[in-house]
Every structure is written in structure tokens, then in C-alpha cells.
């Protein structure tokens, strides 16, 4: 079955500043989700990939999906308070309709 | 945008009781719900997907006479957590596929089950 594992599991960062935060797939993603959920709610959906090398972008908010298919980034530009949350990647995995995830990764924005 | 709602939000029990959770789309129809389980600083699981008027699919290890789930209707799926223990207390969340893609999947805001 697919895994994801995300990198890094927490990061703390100073608002303004910008971060990036990784998910790799152990199988070629067909689709990649990225999700916001604020602790003890469910997820809002962010952004979608599909194509290798896609990226797409809203707000302060870049996604991108590796040529290759595995790996993809979330990138933040100049981080504000509003962006902490947990961010989880989900993989459509083929054959099995439904998306599986990866653990998260926990962010938090020092004033 | 859709609107996946669940209830109660919290829910706290006796051990060996049984608890129920609604998840209902509030403006669109939903053939396929998912129900979701998410253990503190982990990532969600999926428990079972669940087609309107038919038996619900559970995932691997997931016990189907424990977790029972109804999805009676376009807008509406239950589930049922029966003979709860405390290791049963965890947050559980569902979503609601609006279309094909799971772009349009909708996550409800979750269901914190605590059992004594």
C-alpha cells in the first residue's frame, strides 16, 4: 500500500519568515492533496497536483509535485499567524478509491 | 462552498455504552462518505467508506460489529461506536464526496469521543 511521509513532523517559525514543508510518496503519486487542519477540526482542502511538475499557488501558498512524481512541497511565503495548523499531504491511491495521508506536520508562528 | 457537518462535537461515556455519530452534508448530495479516525499527533485513518444504500467497506482491521455504519441516505451516515472502551476515545472525522474527485471531498469538523 502507499505511504507518505511528511518532513518535518513540527516546525516553529518566526511570522514573516518563509517555510517549506516536504511529502514524499513510497509509490508515483496520481493525484496529491494538500490539507490545513486546525487542531481539533477537520481539514479545508488547500490545493491539488496531478502532473509532474505542476505547481500551483493561492495566496501566500505554493505547491509543487517533482517530475518524477514522489515527492511534493508545500512552500509559505512570509508566514503570517494565520497559517499555523496542521498540514497533511493525502495520495490518491489507485486501485483502492480512496486517499491515504500522511502524518502531518504541526506548525506554529512566534509573533 | 459544502458544508459537511457532524454531531455531537464532543461526547463523553461509560465504558460498555453505545455512542452514535451523525455526519450530514447540509447543501449537496453525497454518494460516498468516509469516516476517518485520528489519534493525537497522528494522521487520519481511514475506518470505512460508506455508499449510500448499501453496507459500508471497512478497512483492514477495522472490527465492522464495532464501528457500525449506516448511510441511510444522500445527505446523511451514522456511525456507531457500540460497547465503547477507553481505547475507543479518539477523534473522529468524516468526509462527504460532493463529485468524482477528491478535490471535491468534504471534511466534517470532528467528533471527539472520550470513554471513562
Known amino acids: 500500500s502507499q505511504e507518505l511521509e511528511q518532513s518535518p513532523q513540527s516546525l516553529i517559525v518566526q511570522e514573516g519568515k518563509n517555510l517549506t514543508i516536504n511529502c514524499t510518496s513510497s509509490?508515483?503519486?496520481?493525484?496529491l492533496y494538500w490539507y490545513k487542519q486546525k487542531y481539533g477540526e477537520g481539514l479545508i482542502f488547500l490545493m491539488m497536483l496531478q502532473k509532474g511538475g505542476e505547481e500551483k499557488s493561492h495566496e501566500k501558498i505554493t505547491a509543487k509535485l517533482d517530475e518524477k512524481k514522489q515527492q511534493s512541497s508545500l512552500h509559505i511565503t512570509a508566514s503570517q499567524p494565520s497559517h499555523a495548523g496542521i498540514y497533511l499531504c493525502?495520495?490518491?491511491?489507485?486501485?483502492?478509491?480512496?486517499?491515504?495521508f500522511g502524518q502531518g506536520t504541526r506548525l506554529t508562528i512566534n509573533p | 462552498g459544502a458544508v459537511v457537518s457532524q454531531h455531537p462535537s464532543r461526547v463523553i461515556c461509560k465504558s460498555g455504552t453505545s455512542v452514535k455519530i451523525e455526519c450530514r452534508s447540509l447543501?449537496?448530495?453525497?454518494?460516498?462518505m468516509f469516516w476517518y479516525r485520528q489519534f493525537p499527533k497522528q494522521s487520519l485513518m481511514l475506518m470505512a467508506t460508506s455508499n449510500e444504500g448499501s453496507k459500508a467497506t471497512y478497512e483492514q482491521g477495522v472490527e465492522k460489529d464495532k464501528f457500525l455504519i449506516n448511510h441511510a441516505s444522500l445527505t446523511l451516515s451514522t456511525l456507531t461506536v457500540t460497547s465503547a472502551h477507553p481505547e475507543d476515545s479518539s477523534f473522529y472525522i468524516c468526509s462527504a464526496l460532493r463529485g468524482l474527485s477528491y478535490n471535491e471531498q468534504f471534511f466534517g469538523p470532528g467528533t471527539r469521543l472520550t470513554v471513562l
Open positions: 509509490k508515483t503519486l496520481y493525484g
Open positions: 493525502g495520495a490518491d491511491e489507485r486501485g483502492a478509491q480512496k486517499l491515504v
Open positions: 447543501d449537496f448530495q453525497a454518494t460516498t
